[in-house]
C-alpha cells in the first residue's frame, strides 16, 4: 500500500449551529479540522497509508486532536508534544447571498511554536511514497518556513513526490510575501495545486500573471500553466474553478497539466451543506489519483467528484470512500438510493 506523509497544523473547529451568525449562538458544534489534516483523512478513507505529522498540546484537548485521526486511521506515530494550546477557529456558516465567515484564534498554538529539531525527517519519511504540503504552514511564522523548507529537501534527496496546495491566507501574510516564500519553496515541489502565490517574472521584473485582464479565462490559465511548468519543472499543476450561483449551489469543476496537455474536467452543479475544506478533498484526489497511475483525464475526474461530493459532508474533511467516489463519477446524475 502506497504511504502518504502530511504535516500541518491540526485545530478545533467550532461552528454556529445551522446558519446562525456568532452572535445568535448560545453553543457551538465541535470537530477538527485544517488543511493537511483534511487531505490525510480523505487519502486514508480512500485507502491509502497515511501519516500527519503535527505537534499538539500534552492535554485533554490534544489528545482527543489524536484520536479524531485516529478515529478515521490516520497514523499519529510523528506527532509531538508541547506548548500550551491547541489552535481554534469559529465557523458562521452563510446562506443564500450572505458569505460564510471564519475568525480564526490560533496565535501562540503548540504548533506554531514547533522547532526544526524537534522534527526527525529521515524517520518521519521512512516508508514513504509522497509528502504533501499547504502554503498555509509556511505561513504562519520562520520557524514553520524553515522546517517546512527543510522537510521538502527531504523529501527531495529521497526520491519522494511531494504535492503543494498553495493555499494563499491573507490574514496569515501578505501577498508579496506569499510570493517570495512559496516561490522558494516551489522549487521542491513536484505537483502544485493551484497557480497563486506564484512568481512568474517578465524581463521587465512584473509577474506575467498581472498583466491578465480579471477575471481570468480557462485559456489564460492553460497558458499560466504552460509558463508555470518551464519555469519550475512541475510534473503536474492543477486547479479548481467555481462558479458561485448562490452562496451555498456552486457550479465546480477543475483542471490539469501534464506540460504536454490540458484535461478540464464536466461541469458539476452542488448544493452544499458545509464548504469548509473543498479545496483539501480536490487536493486528496489529485494525490490519491496521481499515486495510483491514473491517466490525466481520470484524474481530474476523480478530484472534482472528491471536490464535489466535500460540499455535501459536514465538517472539515471528506471521509467518502474510494466506492463513493468512483460511483458519482460514473453516474453522477443518478439521485436514487444505493441499496
Known amino acids: 500500500m502506497k504511504k502518504v506523509v502530511t504535516m500541518g497544523e491540526i485545530m478545533l473547529r467550532l461552528s454556529a449551529p445551522g446558519y446562525q451568525k456568532i452572535q445568535q449562538s448560545g453553543s457551538f458544534g465541535a470537530v477538527y479540522g485544517g488543511g493537511e489534516a483534511n487531505v490525510a483523512i480523505s487519502l486514508s478513507q480512500l485507502g491509502l497509508n497515511t501519516s500527519f505529522v503535527s ?26 508534544y508541547g506548548g500550551d494550546r491547541l489552535g481554534i477557529y469559529f465557523l458562521e456558516k452563510g446562506f443564500s447571498v450572505r458569505s460564510s465567515k471564519v475568525i480564526y484564534d490560533r496565535k501562540h498554538s503548540s504548533f506554531s511554536q514547533s522547532k526544526l529539531a524537534e522534527y526527525d525527517f529521515d524517520d518521519i519519511f521512512n516508508g514513504a511514497d509522497w509528502f504533501h504540503i499547504s502554503g498555509i504552514t509556511p505561513a504562519l511564522n520562520e520557524e514553520l518556513f524553515i ?25 496569515l501574510w501578505s501577498f508579496e510575501d506569499a510570493r517570495k516564500k512559496m516561490t522558494e519553496l516551489a522549487e521542491f515541489v513536484d505537483v502544485c495545486l493551484g ?13 506575467l500573471k498581472d ?129
Open 55 to 80: 505537534k499538539l498540546p500534552d492535554n485533554a484537548l490534544g489528545e482527543s486532536a489524536k484520536q479524531y485521526l485516529n478515529q478515521f486511521g490516520v497514523n499519529t506515530d510523528h506527532i509531538i
Open 147 to 171: 522546517i517546512t523548507k527543510k522537510a521538502l529537501e527531504v523529501a527531495k534527496e529521497k526520491g519522494i513526490t511531494t504535492s503543494c496546495d498553495l493555499n494563499f491566507r491573507s490574514s
Open 195 to 207: 497557480v497563486e502565490p506564484l512568481e512568474l517574472l517578465g524581463e521587465d521584473g512584473q509577474d
Open 211 to 339: 498583466a491578465y485582464q480579471k477575471p481570468l479565462s480557462v485559456e489564460n490559465y492553460q497558458e499560466i500553466m504552460k509558463m508555470l511548468h518551464e519555469r519550475y519543472h512541475f510534473q503536474y499543476v492543477a486547479m479548481t474553478f467555481r462558479e458561485n450561483l448562490s452562496v451555498n449551489r456552486n457550479r465546480l469543476n477543475a483542471m490539469v497539466s501534464d506540460g504536454n496537455g490540458f484535461y478540464v474536467s464536466p461541469k458539476v452543479e452542488v448544493e452544499f451543506v458545509d464548504r469548509v475544506g473543498g479545496g483539501d478533498s480536490f487536493s486528496a484526489g489529485m494525490v490519491y489519483s496521481l499515486i495510483q497511475n491514473y491517466q490525466p483525464q481520470d484524474a481530474i475526474n476523480f478530484a472534482t467528484a472528491c471536490f464535489a461530493l466535500k460540499h455535501t459532508i459536514e465538517g472539515d474533511a471528506n471521509i467518502l470512500h474510494h466506492s463513493d467516489i468512483e460511483q458519482f463519477v460514473k453516474q453522477k446524475e443518478s439521485l436514487t438510493i444505493s441499496r
